[in-house]
């Protein structure tokens, strides 16, 4: 029988001290534990960078090998085509049968992923988790609600009631409902500030340097601790906790105060007197935003509690539901956080391959500049150590046999530069297997011309296998990722919001969606070479042929344009909507109806052939009594013409011949000589 007594009814919650002091004791822990993990990012980073190692010695070669560079980015361009080659990173499914919950998670894929790509940098963020994963430790992403922000508070007074409604109904400012009053004449008093701009989902990426995790623990959510430490300026504090103002003023000035970024000590002499104040403003600081579990109400059960905060200054206790980081590592190991990277794995096979190209160096250049044996009583030393080509050596004296050669004498050394050139290729291959890249997979190799194609075959498969292990590692930080954008969506976006999709203009309703959904990333289907993905491809469509000469009901037309939209889309395009229409955007044809009685058809048949006849036997009788009518006033017009022509014909005849008459009455006047000759006649 369980004896045990639960915790004294009534007992205080755990004061601001009490608070610090367990924040402060776990942070102190998690940062020691972490230190020595930025240490190793930190020297990879170098190693990334090609730095010197710090053991040159002058005057010899200080190449250093570019192994780390090499394999990391070979990895990680080809990671981002792979999560990026698509419209979509994750897609949800539903945990329940139905079209509508098919439907909802299709809604919540589009949604999440646009927040993810759109609404954030998704390419930067993606881009530095890969890469972080890659190289260092671990590679972080931080998932956050970020309240809308608002502008200065306005005091409104005297505004009457119809005034009030429309501050109400506008979008972009927030009223202080709790200090807002009703006057004895109706008006109303109250205080509003301008909404700059609406509270949204925040992505960002991290690096182990802003990270802080508690020892013992597999991953974040697990963790009794998980902090971030966000650089901030004064001027920051005093807009994210304006009732804080002389607590902010006040952070900075204690000497030990660890979390203070800014060096007071190295500030430039112009800063000072009233210069300092305006500086002062540009300080720089950490804000821990930490997450631990502990029993702040003392009933037995440790709660998940957010605390903010700069050194031993607290802005803000809130408890919450989840943190905010999800993260991945290239090559995680069994019960263990920190495990080795993929630029660990080349890192090894860098520094051997920097010596042994040092030596190489070296070598060649002893051999073609070696040093020399010389008589510092005979030989001008200062023009035998001149480097430039040519030019003489003078000598002060001559040996007992008058030999001017053996005043000077070259230290010839052996030449190992091949000897090295050929550890080289030994060292090549230790990196290959230890990294899973080799030159075949990525087109460097000219040998492979030369080799097997079944060799080549298992070479490029190998080296798809590893980094297929390795992309499923980075899904599944990605997987949590999302979990988080969904949770999120769920709690704060209670409101309707259109966005472009492919076919327009969607709106989406993340309170209609359903609770019983599950993340996935696919990711088999993106490794390989693009020819290799287009040859599958070819073949899932000769499949989908087949059923469909086989009249098989397993292929339909939505089918088809998913297989051809993943064909365009490995061909390297972004949209097949510009080739294919999608069927899901069709709509429906209106049903038909059914196939009536034959008899009936035959007798609805008849009856509109008898109609049609009909109405051709009237359309000609109404055609020619048409034509009679046009015909008749044809000729009617044609013997109203003839008469007028006539007419016209008998009077221009009575006219001429009274013209004639008077010419001949005129004659007998007209001298029958006269110059010009007989015109008359």
């Known amino acids: 029988m369980n004896t045990e007594t639960s915790p004294e009814q009534g007992v205080d919650e755990m004061d601001e001290t009490e608070i610090l002091a367990f924040a402060q004791a776990s942070y102190d822990s998690a940062n020691t534990y972490m230190q020595a993990a930025r240490s190793e990012g930190d020297e990879l980073l170098n190693r990334y960078k090609r730095k010197p190692y710090g053991d040159e010695l002058p005057n010899r070669s200080q190449y250093v090998s570019g192994d780390v560079a090499g394999t990391v980015d070979w990895a990680l361009t080809d990671l981002i085509r792979l999560f990026l080659s698509g419209d979509q990173i994750a897609e949800f499914t539903a945990e329940v049968p139905g079209d509508e919950a098919a439907q909802f998670a299709k809604q919540e894929t589009d949604y999440t992923n646009a927040i993810f790509l759109r609404d954030n940098d998704g390419y930067q963020n993606l881009r530095n988790y890969l890469f972080n994963g890659l190289l260092g430790k671990r590679g972080y992403l931080s998932v956050y609600w970020e309240d809308p922000k608002l502008g200065d508070t306005v005091q409104m007074t005297g505004v009457s009631p119809e005034n009030a409604e429309r501050y109400l109904q506008k979008n972009n400012i927030q009223i202080d409902t709790e200090t807002a009053v009703q006057n004895e004449d109706g008006t109303f008093d109250f205080e509003y500030a301008e909404v700059r701009y609406d509270g949204c989902i925040k992505i960002q990426s991290h690096n182990m340097n802003e990270v802080l995790v508690a020892k013992g623990f597999e991953t974040e959510d697990d963790a009794d601790y998980v902090a971030l430490r966000i650089p901030v300026s004064r001027s920051d504090l005093v807009r994210m906790f ?50 631990m579990r502990i029993d702040r109400d003392r009933d037995g059960i440790a709660e998940l509690v957010n605390v903010k905060r700069v050194g031993n200054v607290i802005f803000s206790v809130e408890e919450v539901d989840m943190q905010p980081l999800a993260s991945w590592s290239s090559h995680p190991e069994p019960d263990v956080y920190f495990a080795s990277s993929l630029g660990e794995k080349a890192e090894i096979s860098q520094r051997q391959r920097t010596v042994t190209m040092r030596q190489a160096n070296d070598s060649v250049k002893l051999a073609t500049m070696p040093k020399y044996l010389a008589n510092a009583d005979t030989v001008n030393i200062n023009a035998l150590l001149d480097p430039s080509a040519g030019g003489i050596v003078p000598v002060t004296g001559m040996g007992k046999d008058g030999d001017v050669s053996r005043a000077a004498k070259p230290l010839l050394m052996n030449d190992v530069s091949q000897a090295a050139l050929a550890m080289l290729d030994v060292e090549e291959k230790e990196r290959e297997f230890n990294t899973g890249i080799n030159r075949q997979s990525q087109g460097l190799d000219p040998d492979s011309l030369t080799d097997t194609y079944s060799g080549m075959k298992l070479l490029q498969n190998a080296a798809s296998a590893r980094k297929e292990y390795i992309a499923r590692e980075a899904a599944r930080g990605l997987e949590r990722v999302f979990t988080k954008i969904s949770a999120l ?22 309170m209609s969606w359903l609770d019983r959904t599950s993340v996935d990333i696919d990711i088999g289907a993106g490794t390989g070479s693009r020819d290799a993905q287009l040859g599958q491809l070819q073949v899932l469509g000769e499949l989908q042929r087949e059923m469909i000469r086989a009249e098989l009901p397993t292929v339909d037309a939505q089918r088809i344009y998913n297989l051809a939209s993943e064909f365009v889309e490995a061909v390297g395009f972004k949209s097949p909507e510009k080739y294919f229409v999608d069927p899901s955007t069709i709509p429906p044809a209106e049903p038909q109806e059914e196939a009536p009685d034959p008899s009936m058809l035959k007798a609805q048949n008849d009856m509109e052939i008898d109609r049609a006849r009909l109405q051709m036997d009237m359309q000609k009788q109404q055609f020619e009594m048409a034509m009679e009518e046009r015909k008749a006033a044809t000729q009617a017009d ?38 010009g000759g007989r015109l008359d006649q």
């Open 489 to 510: 969506i769920r709690r704060h976006h209670n409101f309707e919001r259109q966005m472009k999709a492919k076919t327009g203009f969607v709106t989406y309703d993340p």
């Open 638 to 675: 044609l013997d109203r013409m003839r008469a007028e022509f006539e007419a016209q014909m008998a009077q221009q005849k009575a006219n001429n011949e009274a013209q004639l008459a008077l010419i001949k009455a005129n004659s007998s006047q007209i001298p029958d000589f006269r110059p």
């Open 242 to 291: 304006p009732d804080r103002r002389a607590d902010i003023e006040e952070i900075g000035q204690d000497e030990d105060e660890e979390e203070t970024v800014t060096d007071y000590d190295n500030e430039p002499e112009e800063i000072t007197g009233v210069n300092r104040l305006y500086a002062r403003a540009n300080d720089r600081f950490h804000l821990l935003d930490e997450f």
